[in-house]
Every structure is written in structure tokens, then in C-alpha cells.
């Protein structure tokens, strides 16, 4: 290290501030004569500066955002102090789960509880229709793997919300899927808890309208409404929609399924014999009518 003396540190001293003085003068001037002249330089001034400034934020961005060594360690901790909670409450809800499976099975063994087969299904792609005999109805692309397309006549398509329609007609490669709120769709349906029937009739409108419903139990406003199983045509028990009264006060579904913006269908092939009404012999029948009469 330089030592010098102390008159020439004096002097140093008072040559400081007059130096610096000229030297925003002379820049002050510049500026004046070169209007691109401050523009160049801070363009200048940030090109030599840009690596020691990338040197300096790195650090502080990482002990902001937690990125840094220290800050992965407590995100780590963190962590697992939240995954050591979450295993215990799945742990609980594994016991209530097992609880309930076993009082599940106690309770079909003493109901000689039968399982429906599982229906087989398809995926299938919806492709543009350029129209049919059907105003409301899309045709769905088979796989090839799937076998025959003939196999898939009456399906019942659903999306991810709910029901779609049912299968109209196949071809070698497609199948044409009537919707929901055609004009020529006729679905017995079950509304609310209670599950009063109902027919749904579709009218070329986005909204289907309820029919044949009891007089004195009007549909309620939000109800569910769930496919039914009367006369053998669908299987009950699949979500429509809710039920909403329109301007005219007369109920109608809001479907579920999203009819205005389909692009993948499955095709559930339910088996042909569906749980029907068993028919009341003619001898209980003309017993019914001999008790009515005598009350």
C-alpha cells in the first residue's frame, strides 16, 4: 500500500470537489449537445453493472422466495409437519372406512344383497354433425377395439356430469346419439327424494320440460331429477338434472351433462332385462276391487 504524505492528502482533498464539479458540468454540457447522449450511457452503465447486479439479487431472491438452502429447510420442515398431520386424520378415516365396510357386508349377508353386473362401456370421441333426421343429435366415434359398433344399439350416453342421451343408430365406424332435449325424446324420469315419477320431454330447446307429473306433488324447484326405470328403457338411478320453473311456470330440467359443448361420450351398454313393475295377477286384482267397493 501507497503512503503518502500528508500535504499531497490535503491537497487531494481539495481538488476533490472541484474535480467532480467540472466533471458534471462537462456531462450537463454534453447531455445539451448530444440529446441521446444519457441514453447511451445508462444503456452503458447497465451493461457493466448487469453481472454484478445479477451477483448481489441472487442471493436476496432466494432468501425472499425460500429457493435458498436455508429457506428449502424450512419449507422442508414445513412440509412435513403438514404430511405427518394429513397421515394421521387418513389414518382415522381408514378405521371409519373399514368400520363401514364391514357393516356394509353384515348388512347385504343379511339381505341376500345381489349385485347388478357391472355394464360394459366405451369412449368414444364426439365428431361434428352436419345434420339427420334428428335436430338434437351427435355422432360418437367407436374404437376399433371396442368390437362391433352393432353392439352398442340402445346404449345410454353420459358424459361427466351426467345424461346425454341414448344411442339411435350405429354404423360401421359411428354411432348417432339422440340428446336429451330433442323433440323426439321421451324419458321416464324420478324426481326428489321421494322419487315421484315424471316423464321428460325434450323440445329442441337447451332445457327439457316435465310431464305427467302428480298434480298434487308439483315438482319442487331444485329438486334432482334421476332416470327411472319404468318401462325398461333406462336404468334408474342416473343423474338428468334439476328441476327449474321457467317463465311460464311450467317445470323443466337444467341438464347436468354438458349438451352445447361435448366432446368425449361413454356408451353404457346395460343388460336387456332391467328391474321392471312386477304385473298384479287378475285374482289379486278382482280381490282389490271386491275389497274397494266394500269399503
Known sequence: MIRLSIPLRQALSRLTLPVMLVFSLGCVLIGRADQNFSGHLSAALDDVLAPAYMLVSGPIQAAEHGTGEIGHLFSLSEENEQLRE????????????????????????????????????STGEVVADLGGVYSRSVLVLIPPSTGNPKNFMGAIALDGRGLAGRVVDTGSRAARVLLITDINSRIPVAIGANG????????????????????????????????????????????????????????????????????????????????????????????????????
Not at 394421521?88 to 343379511?110: F, G, H, I, P, T
Not at 321428460?200 to 298434487?216: E, H, K, V
Not at 333406462?234 to 349438451?259: I, K, R, T
Open 86 to 121: 394429513q397421515n394421521a386424520e387418513l389414518l382415522q378415516w381408514q378405521e371409519v372406512a373399514m368400520a363401514l365396510s364391514a357393516q356394509n357386508d353384515a348388512l347385504k349377508a343379511a339381505l341376500h344383497f345381489m349385485p347388478s353386473p357391472t355394464p360394459d362401456f
Open 196 to 295: 315421484a315419477p315424471a316423464l321428460m320431454a325434450g323440445n329442441n330447446d337447451p332445457d327439457p320440460l316435465l310431464l305427467y307429473w302428480s298434480p298434487s306433488q308439483p315438482p319442487p324447484e331444485g329438486a334432482m331429477v334421476l332416470t327411472s326405470a319404468e318401462g325398461g328403457a333406462f336404468p334408474p338411478g342416473l343423474p338428468v338434472g334439476v328441476v327449474h320453473y321457467n317463465q311460464d311456470n311450467q317445470p323443466e330440467v337444467l341438464p347436468l351433462a354438458d349438451l352445447g359443448g361435448l366432446r368425449l361420450l361413454r356408451l353404457f351398454v346395460y343388460p336387456d332385462k332391467l328391474p321392471a313393475l312386477t304385473p298384479i295377477p287378475r285374482a289379486s286384482q278382482a280381490a282389490a276391487k271386491t275389497h274397494s267397493r266394500k269399503r
